[in-house]
């Protein structure tokens, strides 16, 4: 009976979405891969996936598609990674904030990608590329999840096969950059999703996202800490023209009211730096202040060291000689009582 009750207690403590969502996952693929070996898969993909020329008579598939996985090896992947960082996320965020993420990831990044199919259709004539791709799959949301673990945990250090360690805040733009060089070679689905929803999750955290700080700030939206900037995400050479574009794109934004503001942005300029709860707003700081001490110890140390060694070395003599010189004037007294000692006895003989 044990035995039968464990796996039960172990799937109750998941949270309610990120079960939900990793059932519904399973389930869809299932029934996917079940038409395939059926023979019926256009019509599977027609009402499953997301097909930029038929879509708008489907339009549950910009958000459905995502369940999707069509490949045995897709699913396991999405199965190893998915479930375990929605579950962290929706006990850090809660589950309505998870449940909001997870929408606007996909839904927008399936979007975009519509968009792309059908100006590429109308500049290069091709039918296959508006009605031969089917987005599907959690591409879009796996890397919104990096970008959220970057924003929580930015400098926490993770194994990648046992072998490779590396930082979670750039997870990210390596699976971009992979996401990239696939896209130049010609495998535009699913992989250009990965752009989309890089970009998508930035843009949702980085200013969408509410989050109740106190009761003296109320509500604030985003997390606009430089930490978390575009250009943070890029090399430097180019953060000079991304911060022009960036500044620019943001003034007519909030001049049209597409940016939500709070209190404390208008009265004194302050910003959560981490939605999402005292834990994680911790252990951001936390490893921020290791960050910042260990540049300092290491410039201190690099400035201040060859004067810092040479004082010890300098005092020791000093140390020595003032401790030699208490020696002997100690044995000398020594030897002034003794002799004077000797002399008083010889005194006393020669008068008896």
């Known amino acids: 009976m044990?035995?039968?009750?464990?796996?039960?207690?172990?799937?109750?403590?998941?949270?309610?979405?990120?079960?939900?969502?990793?059932?519904?996952?399973?389930?869809?693929?299932?029934?996917?891969?079940?038409?395939w070996w059926r023979g019926v898969e256009p019509d599977a993909a027609y009402f499953m996936t997301l097909i930029p020329g038929s879509c708008l008579f489907a339009p549950w598939t910009f958000l459905t598609s995502a369940l999707v996985e069509t490949?045995?090896?897709?699913?396991?992947?999405?199965?190893?990674?998915?479930?375990?960082?929605?579950?962290?996320?929706?006990?850090?965020?809660?589950?309505v904030e998870i449940l909001?993420?997870?929408?606007?990831?996909?839904?927008?990044s399936n979007i975009i990608a519509f968009g792309l199919n059908w100006i590429e259709y109308m500049v290069l004539g091709k039918a296959e590329l508006f009605l031969a791709m089917r987005y599907h799959g959690q591409m879009a949301l796996q890397i919104g999840l990096l970008v959220a673990f970057t924003q929580l945990i930015p400098e926490h250090n993770i194994q990648l096969f046992g072998v490779i360690k590396v930082k979670v805040k750039t997870?990210?733009?390596?699976?971009?950059?992979?996401?990239?060089i696939l896209c130049i070679v010609g495998f535009q689905n699913p992989?250009?999703?990965?752009?989309?929803?890089?970009?998508?999750?930035?843009v949702y955290l980085r200013f969408y996202k509410k989050t109740t700080v106190d009761s003296i700030n109320g509500v604030t939206y985003g997390d606009r800490s430089d930490t978390f900037s575009l250009v943070s995400w890029f090399p430097p050479f180019m953060h000079g023209p991304l911060t022009i574009l960036g500044n620019t794109v943001y003034s007519l934004a909030t001049r049209f009211n597409l940016i939500p503001t709070s209190s404390s942005d208008i009265e004194g300029g302050a910003y959560a730096q981490v939605p999402g709860g005292a834990r994680a707003e911790a252990e951001r700081r936390r490893a921020m202040a290791l960050k910042a001490l260990d540049q300092r110890i290491a410039s201190t140390s690099s400035a201040g060291g060859p004067s810092s060694s040479n004082?010890?070395?300098n005092s020791q003599p000093a140390n020595m000689a003032r401790t030699?010189?208490?020696?002997?004037?100690?044995?000398?007294?020594?030897?002034?009582?003794?002799?004077?000692?000797?002399?008083?006895?010889?005194?006393?003989k020669a008068k008896s």
């Open 100 to 108: 909001k993420f997870i929408v606007v990831t996909v839904v927008a």
């Open 324 to 348: 030699d010189s208490g020696g002997s004037s100690q044995s000398s007294a020594s030897t002034s009582a003794g002799s004077a000692g000797k002399s008083a006895d010889d005194f006393s």
């Open 311 to 313: 004082g010890p070395r």
């Open 171 to 180: 997870l990210p733009m390596v699976y971009l950059t992979l996401s990239t």
């Open 71 to 95: 490949t045995i090896f897709e699913l396991l992947a999405t199965l190893i990674f998915v479930p375990a960082s929605l579950k962290y996320l929706e006990r850090v965020w809660g589950s």
């Open 2 to 35: 044990a035995m039968l009750t464990s796996p039960l207690a172990l799937v109750q403590t998941v949270p309610p979405v990120t079960r939900t969502f990793t059932v519904a996952t399973i389930a869809s693929s299932a029934l996917y891969g079940w038409c």
């Open 191 to 202: 992989w250009i999703l990965i752009q989309f929803g890089w970009f998508v999750s930035w």
